[in-house]
């Protein structure tokens, strides 16, 4: 079994900041890709950023310049560091990470969401 634990969201003014982390635990051989993606109310999940076990990132064009991915493999942990925040940033951001566990499976996992919530 393999958990998903995501912290740091929580209410900001428009251009303030919030870094968001998400840690993975349990049954663990190794872990390739681990991103964000967040989902607005009335709208579909979307990727925020990506990157890989080896440190390559993916972003969305809405946050390039402005957010940054990073990861600790020796942690298992992942940083969504983001600036420059605006109203339409606000959704519930849901970690994300491509498991492979001890027993060979390799699946997606989910964290719980943190909700981040940017006023004008």
């Known amino acids: 079994q393999v958990q998903l634990v995501e912290s740091g969201g929580g209410l900001v003014q428009a251009g303030g900041s919030l870094r968001l982390s998400c840690a993975a635990s349990?049954?663990?051989?190794?872990?390739?890709?681990m991103g964000w993606y967040r989902q607005a109310p009335g709208k579909q999940r979307e990727l925020v950023a990506t990157?890989?076990?080896?440190?390559?990132?993916n972003y969305a064009d809405s946050v390039k310049g402005r957010f940054t991915l990073s990861r600790d493999n020796a942690k298992n942990t992942v940083y969504l560091q983001m600036n420059s925040l605006k109203p339409e940033d606000t959704a519930v951001y849901y970690c994300?990470?491509?498991?492979?566990?001890?027993?060979?499976?390799?699946?997606?996992?989910w964290g719980q969401g943190t909700q981040v919530t940017v006023s004008s």
């Open positions: 990157i890989s076990s080896g440190g390559s990132t």
């Open positions: 349990g049954s663990i051989y190794s872990i390739s890709t």
């Open positions: 994300n990470a491509r498991v492979s566990t001890w027993s060979l499976r390799t699946s997606d996992y």
